[in-house]
């Protein structure tokens, strides 16, 4: 590691392990590892397992930005690390933004990690061309779907609610975190069939979905504990999910008006949180959702049949598809 022998280097260091090290899903390695053993990959088991770590390290480091974007304090029951760097070197400094300053270079710092790992890695030269090509397809299309999200929240009006739901969606997490990292352990298993990618497409994006149906009730109906983030979060933030969108075309006249001035106001306060629950719940959109995400991971259940991939692979695949049916 460069640089190690300074202090401030070691200490930040120490902030990034203790924040990657967090107790979390960890779907997208597990996905990587197994598509890639389901293949008939993964003969060299320890470089594969490092590998897929860099998923980990790419996902801290789209945390680290998404946490500066939304002014967010905690993320998976601590604090976000520009607030731990605004806590460490804010008072020693004129900059009121040192924290996030900071926190956005270490996120750099974690890519530059991804690179020297798949680097210092013993797979063939071609696959690792591949799967580093993969790795900045799947972060290009998540950057726009981060931007999409940006611009469409906290907005001072709402236009084409159900397309910009589903677009943010797909963009930033069913590409992201299940197709790619299937995509990825494909390819480290040193198989490249077209019909084969489309099939794993096809069981991919509509589990992905799902898993951002299920993050989004989570994110107004969960509780702090069960998400490490507080549950007024995304209704604070004027995030255009699926329940919003299913809001909207659910009401009309004057509850419609009512909740449209609701959700885009500039500031919200508890009672206005409250409120915009309660209209959701009203609407019907957490019933018609809900109803949503179990077509979507039954959708997926079908297609795993098509995937050609041995037992053990099909029982992890089978496992999370019966694990995000649960709401």
């Not at 956005?104 to 030269?125: R, T």
């Not at 999200?149 to 069913?174: G, L």
Request: proline share 2%.
């Amino acid at each position: 590691m460069l640089g190690a022998e300074l202090q401030m280097v070691r200490d930040m260091y120490g902030y990034l392990s203790e924040f990657c090290a967090r107790e979390g899903k960890r779907i997208r390695p597990l996905l990587l590892l197994a598509t890639c053993m389901g293949y008939g990959g993964g003969k060299n088991r320890d470089d594969i397992v490092r590998i897929a770590s860099v998923l980990e390290l790419l996902h801290s480091f789209l945390l680290i930005q998404d946490d500066i974007i939304d002014r967010s304090d905690l993320r998976r029951g601590g604090k976000t690390i520009h607030m731990i760097c605004q806590d460490r070197y804010g008072s020693g400094s004129h900059n009121a933004n040192i924290g996030n300053d900071i926190a956005l270079i270490l996120s750099d710092v974690l890519v530059a990690n991804v690179h020297e790992v798949v680097g210092a890695s013993k797979i063939p030269p071609r696959t690792k061309d591949r799967f580093m090509s993969i790795i900045g397809q799947a972060l290009e299309i998540t950057f726009w779907g981060q931007i999409l999200d940006i611009i469409n929240s906290n907005a001072k009006k709402i236009v084409q609610p159900r397309e910009v739901a589903a677009q943010i969606a797909m963009m930033k997490t069913a590409h992201y975190t299940v197709y790619y990292p299937m995509l990825m352990g494909y390819i480290l298993a040193g198989r490249d069939s077209a019909v084969e990618i489309e099939h794993i497409k096809e069981f991919s994006l509509p589990l992905g979905l799902a898993f951002q149906i299920r993050d989004d009730i989570l994110g107004v109906f969960g509780s702090e504990k069960e998400t490490g983030k507080p549950s007024d979060s995304d209704i604070l933030e004027g995030k255009m999910t699926f329940l919003i969108k299913g809001t909207i075309e659910n009401l009309d006249g004057k509850e419609r008006r009512r909740f449209m001035a609701l959700f885009t106001k500039k500031r919200k306060d508890r009672r206005d949180v409250k409120a915009i629950r309660k209209i959701i719940s009203a609407s019907g959109s957490l019933e018609t959702v809900k109803e949503m995400h179990s077509g979507l991971v039954e959708q997926s259940r079908a297609r795993l049949a098509d995937l050609s991939i041995n037992n053990m692979c099909r029982g992890v695949l089978a496992g999370l598809v019966g694990i995000m049916a649960r709401l």
